[in-house]
């Protein structure tokens, strides 16, 4: 049980495309999803925080305009890189918690969306 | 804000014991995580500690002092395939919870 699936796994666009990356929790409900970016032997960097039928909340420093996020069920959660540029390269990963925000927090993570702009 | 630290790299050889230490400052803390990830993949869920103490799962460990800011993964009778990058993450409640990962400390284990 617990699985989150992320697509695709990987895309290679050019400069100022946009990219829609889709996080699907497959066995169970997910009133919350995370975003999360990894560069290249550092650590998990939340991006924001998104809940089911609200607008995402999004961590000091990323921009809102540029990483569009939407919660539209509970089960999807997408994360649009818009106007991509070489330095959004980098490993995308999404997560998400079943039932409501609780004293437990564990977050079932996706398998990752590597992404890379020319 | 959060602060997690943690060895960046540790190298061990099978069948040996390794401890994987991490220190954290945090306010609103409401449990502490460590996660293993292979390059290139997600993190993959290992141990959950929220009260003083040890948390004994298999090869693997898992210890918290609370009051200390402190926790350590125990790997037994290392393998190969625990050359990974193992990750401390700290859950906080301000208003909803999330997780603050650490760096990560890579784990070469050698024959």
């Known amino acids: ?118 | 804000g959060q602060n997690i630290d943690q060895p960046t790299e540790m190298t061990a050889t099978e069948g040996a014991i390794v401890q994987i230490n991490c220190t954290y400052q945090t306010s609103g803390f409401n449990g502490l995580f460590w996660y293993q990830q292979h390059a290139g993949e997600a993190p993959t869920f290992l141990s959950y500690n929220v009260l003083d103490g040890l948390e004994e799962k298999g090869r693997f460990s898992s210890f918290l002092s609370r009051s200390k800011g402190y926790s350590y993964l125990l790997l037994k009778e290392l393998q190969m395939k625990d050359s990974a990058s193992y990750l401390c993450a700290v859950s906080a409640y301000s208003g909803y919870s999330t997780l603050t990962f650490g760096k990560g400390t890579m784990l070469l284990v050698s024959p």
Request: net charge neutral; with cysteine.
């Open chain 1, 1 to 118: 049980g617990a699985v989150v699936s992320q697509h695709p796994s990987r895309v290679i666009c050019k400069s100022g495309t946009s990219v829609k990356i889709e996080c699907r929790s497959l066995d169970f409900q997910a009133t919350t999803m995370f975003w999360y970016r990894q560069f290249p032997k550092k650590s998990l960097m939340l991006m924001a925080t998104s809940n089911e039928g609200s607008k995402a909340t999004y961590e000091q420093g990323v921009e809102k305009d540029k990483f569009l996020i939407n919660h539209a069920s509970l089960t999807l959660s997408t994360l649009t890189v818009t106007s991509a540029h070489p330095e959004d390269s980098s490993f995308y990963i999404c997560s998400a918690r079943e039932g409501p925000d609780s004293s437990y927090n564990e977050q079932f993570f996706g398998p990752g969306t590597r992404l890379t702009v020319l």
